[in-house]
């Protein structure tokens, strides 16, 4: 295929979903480029999604979970997060596209006449924006194979448009190039245990009625598919049987590139694509699935925040807490608390102490704030390791301003603009914005850690890079106040012009960063901050960083 003048070899994977969203798709994404990394090939990703926001950043974690931040500041899909873990590679913004983002672009390069006085409709004019926007970021990544999971559910209105341009790239490549699979539920009747294929046929017939045919099937089911309802999915299906694959439930979820490619999947892909066929080498990753199935030290953390009835508003910290108790043999559980019920009877704050550790979690808003800060009290007053994470960092500095210092009243200027303590402050760059899409601070910063603390010791560098999703930071007026009077200021920005980590010399853990480090973390290579607070949870020793960034 020649893009841009430039003649680019690279194999495109197109991965849709039937019968109901969050049926698997970005797993099996992240699987399928397991098993072509296994085999010596590179891979890269995009996620599309095709909701009207320009991107995820403006959008409440009820409704579409958590917010996934690249190294560059892009504001994407939880998935991500699954590529990046799995694959262990840093995307970028290039690498999620919307619904908004490709109409922005089509109606920008209209007002500038770049379409010649033609009238301009979703073919060809925003199926070749999309089309462009797949290429684009398929040449930027160098990738052997680039893979392209399209969101929602095949027959969904507005995923329409960008499943036409995918039909049209199926044309426009050669015959080996384009790979189609097809995620799609087979739920098990409770009544009589049987495996009904029938959502699934019908998922497959509306992805043919609208010009695609899938050159695989993985059926999303409990447990592995019968032979009888694999044929008759292959059947209905149009595809071979040996194109059929089960993604059962499995009791972690790295062991899910193993079981496809045990099923053959790996194989038929290479075969499907065109490429050499290779031996796996699945040992480096069967060596990190191993350490997860060891991990045997119970570990419950509670998990205090605003957004606790969808755990997929928190997809990256779960996984970085499993992350850090996979190193050191704990197999962590997570208890979701909303913490508005502290605020409702601030005695049952005394549950925390059923836990071996408490996070503070990340999130914006008043609403539950005051039950986060009573938590934190808890945490510092009784000894209980404490990890607080963006918004739970700067609660911690609040609640240390109000119960140590004795700064009566303070707060973030986030919950009451008029506080008498403003400890917590908009960052100057923050104020008289005209816009909140894309304004944060965001993105990867470089860190100075100060020697001696206990951040330089998990970490084991002088300057670490995290990324961030921010607005507001520790007022640099109460920098000396909160110091005097024992809080330690770990780590800053390169500027030094705002505080990153801050920590408690007098407590066995106690730890909050401006930062999110939970997106750079990775299987058989976890976060430091949370290793540390894990670890600390398990009443192990702190570990000694060996820190790659």
């Known amino acids: 295929m020649v893009f841009n003048g430039v003649h680019c070899v690279v194999k495109y994977v197109f991965i849709t979903g039937g019968v109901l969203s969050s049926v698997g798709k970005g797993i099996t994404s992240s699987s399928i ?50 590529y990046e873990r799995f694959l262990d590679i840093n995307l970028s913004r290039l690498s999620n596209i919307t619904t908004g ?3 922005a672009s089509v109606i920008e390069k209209e007002r500038k006449g770049e379409y010649l006085g033609q009238c301009v409709q979703i073919i060809p004019h925003v199926t070749d924006e999309i089309k462009r926007s797949i290429r684009s970021a398929a040449s930027a990544s160098g990738a052997d194979v680039f893979l392209v999971e399209i969101g929602g559910t095949i027959g969904d209105i507005e995923g329409l448009p960008f499943l ?41 017939q509306e992805m043919r009625r609208i010009g695609l045919q899938p050159d695989m099937i993985v059926a999303r089911c409990r447990v592995p598919l019968d032979k009888d309802v ?22 972690c979820i790295y062991q899910v590139p193993l079981n496809l490619d045990q099923q053959g999947m790996g194989e038929y892909i290479l075969k499907r694509l065109g490429l050499d066929a290779r031996r796996p080498d699945w040992s480096p990753w069967s060596s990190i699935v191993e350490e997860f199935m060891r991990a045997s030290k119970p570990v419950r953390i509670a998990m205090c925040g605003k957004y606790t009835k969808l755990s997929d ?60 800060i009573r938590a934190v009290n808890y945490a510092r007053v009784n000894k209980k390791p404490l990890l607080g994470i963006c918004y739970g960092f700067q609660l911690a500095i609040v609640e240390y301003a109000r119960n140590v210092i004795g700064l009566e009243g303070a707060n973030t200027t986030e919950v009451d603009p008029g506080s008498r303590h403003p400890v917590i402050d908009l960052l100057p760059e923050q104020k008289n914005l005209g816009s909140l899409g894309g304004t944060m601070r965001l993105g990867a910063y470089r860190i100075l850690v100060e020697p001696g603390t206990m951040v330089h010791r998990l970490y084991g560098s002088d300057v670490v890079v995290e990324r961030h999703r921010h607005r507001y930071e520790v007022n640099p007026r109460y920098w000396d106040l909160l110091r005097e009077n024992g809080l330690v200021l770990s780590g800053w920005s ?45 009443g192990m020793d702190l570990p000694k960083g060996a820190h790659k960034n």
């Open 164 to 204: 036409e341009a995918v039909r049209q790239m199926r044309l426009e490549e050669e015959a080996n190039d384009t790979l189609f699979v097809h995620v799609a539920l087979v739920p098990i009747l409770d009544s009589t245990k049987e495996q009904k294929s029938k959502p699934c046929q019908h998922s497959v």
């Open 33 to 82: 480029g397991k098993m072509l990394q296994a085999r010596g090939y590179s891979v890269s990703a995009m996620k599309i999604d095709p909701y009207v926001n320009v991107d995820a950043g403006t959008m409440n974690p009820f409704m579409h979970g958590e917010v996934f931040v690249t190294e560059d500041g892009g504001e994407t899909d939880l998935d991500l997060g699954h």
């Open 101 to 103: 983002k490709v109409y």
């Open 313 to 372: 508003s928190y997809v990256s910290i779960i996984e970085a807490l499993k992350h850090a108790g996979a190193k050191v043999g704990a197999r962590v559980s997570t208890a979701w608390i909303e913490t508005t019920k502290y605020e409702e009877d601030p005695a049952r704050v005394e549950e925390l102490g059923e836990y071996d550790g408490v996070m503070i979690l990340p999130g914006f808003g008043p609403r539950g704030t005051e039950g986060k």
């Open 494 to 538: 390169e500027d030094r012009a705002r505080v990153e980590f801050a920590e408690l010399p007098s407590h066995p853990f106690f730890l909050g960063t401006q930062s999110h480090p939970e997106f750079r973390s990775r299987p058989g290579r976890p976060s430091m901050p949370y290793l540390g607070f894990v670890s600390a949870a398990a």
């Open 230 to 251: 694999k044929k008759k999915i292959a059947l209905f299906g149009s595809v071979p049987v040996e194109a059929v694959y089960t993604s059962f439930d499995a009791e």
